[in-house]
């Protein structure tokens, strides 16, 4: 439309050019206008071509995609890691979904113990991390924990720096700017929401093999807790690889879990899944992404109560939002 109209503003200006001027002056001196004219003309359609593609997005089955966007800053990411040997799948991929939308290797920090850890700033995204966010750093699409989570590296500052452009939903908002009088924008959503537009290559079975999958949170894995019926489903953990803990999510019927990752990549991905209540998770985050997803926190207590209440509503959620929240520009080159 711009281009258009560009055309037609310069095709009038032509006109207007060659009535007025033809009388005056030689038919040279014309010819050397009009070139000029024509020379602007596509000057000014490239480079309004240029503008509007900058910041565009792909197809349309990949619309929340971002493309043609020059990111080539480092700029170091923190994701939990429980121990030195595991990846707990719902953490790590919030490396996997920001290396994608960067399109590099960045830098990854996983030890929150390291003197050093606070020095540089850094970027939170999936998972209940505020917590370990410092001064500085850039919090999009992570959550609290809790709602009682203390937050140490806070507890001195009297003006926070925390660059916050997005939150996992409503709760975690509302305790950041009630107890530490943040500004955060009401933009919600767990970026791993994203992953089906990054993970091509990943995509629901039309023809799925696992009719009921669990997947235990990393603490109902690693404890001794007894979950009745068990033998009802194809059980994994948290800590299995993420490409294969996904591989079996996209073939599965419905996915039962503990893990609130579970619930939100078998959501991503449009297969029906159902919470089941844990005794050694709090719900807390949960709630928070259920109401930033529009709807209400509804859990099993048991196997059997998850398989009849099937999948929950689809989340409600305007992920343009939270992709166009993403910090582009900590990644840019000055």
Not at 130 to 143: E, L, Q, T
Not at 188 to 215: H, N, Q, V
Not at 282 to 294: A, C, I, P, V
Request: charged share 20%; glycine share 4%; with cysteine.
């Amino acid at each position: 439309m711009i281009t258009g109209n560009l055309i037609i503003l310069l095709g009038i200006l032509f006109y207007k050019t060659n009535s007025i001027i033809v009388s005056l002056m030689s038919r040279t001196k014309l010819n050397i206008i009009i070139t000029f004219i024509i020379i602007l003309s596509a000057i000014i359609i490239y480079n309004t071509r240029v503008i509007v593609s900058s910041l565009s997005f792909s197809n349309h089955k990949n619309s929340l995609r971002v493309d043609n966007v020059k990111l080539n800053k480092d700029f170091p990411l923190f994701y939990y890691k429980p121990n030195s040997m595991n990846d707990n799948f719902g953490d790590k991929l919030s490396h996997i979904l920001v290396q994608s939308i960067v399109n590099f290797n960045l830098t990854v920090v996983t030890n929150f113990r390291e003197k050093s850890f606070c020095k540089k700033p850094k970027l939170l995204a999936i998972g209940s991390i505020i917590h370990f966010a410092c001064p500085h750093d850039v919090i999009w699409g992570s959550g609290l924990l809790d709602s009682s989570h203390f937050i140490p590296r806070w507890k001195s500052l009297s003006n926070l720096t925390i660059d916050i452009r997005a939150v996992r939903g409503p709760r975690t908002r509302r305790i950041l700017m009630s107890k530490f009088n943040l500004t955060i924008p009401e933009i919600y959503g767990d970026p791993a929401l994203l992953l089906p537009y990054y993970l091509t290559s990943f995509k629901r079975s039309t023809k799925p093999i696992i009719r009921r999958l669990l997947i235990l949170h990393y603490r109902d894995a690693s404890g001794n807790i007894s979950i009745p019926e068990v033998s009802r489903v194809v059980t994994v953990s948290a800590f299995l690889p993420w490409k294969e803990l996904l591989s079996l999510i996209v073939q599965s019927q419905l996915v039962i879990s503990t893990s609130l990752h579970g619930i939100i990549l078998a959501e991503a991905f449009e297969i029906p899944a159902r919470l089941l209540k844990s005794p050694l998770v709090d719900l807390f985050k949960f709630h928070d992404y259920y109401e930033g997803t529009n709807r209400t926190l509804r859990y099993a207590t048991t196997i059997a109560k998850a398989i009849a209440m099937g999948g929950e509503n689809s989340p409600k959620i305007n992920l343009t939002k939270l992709i166009n929240a993403f910090p582009f520009d900590k990644f840019k080159a000055e």
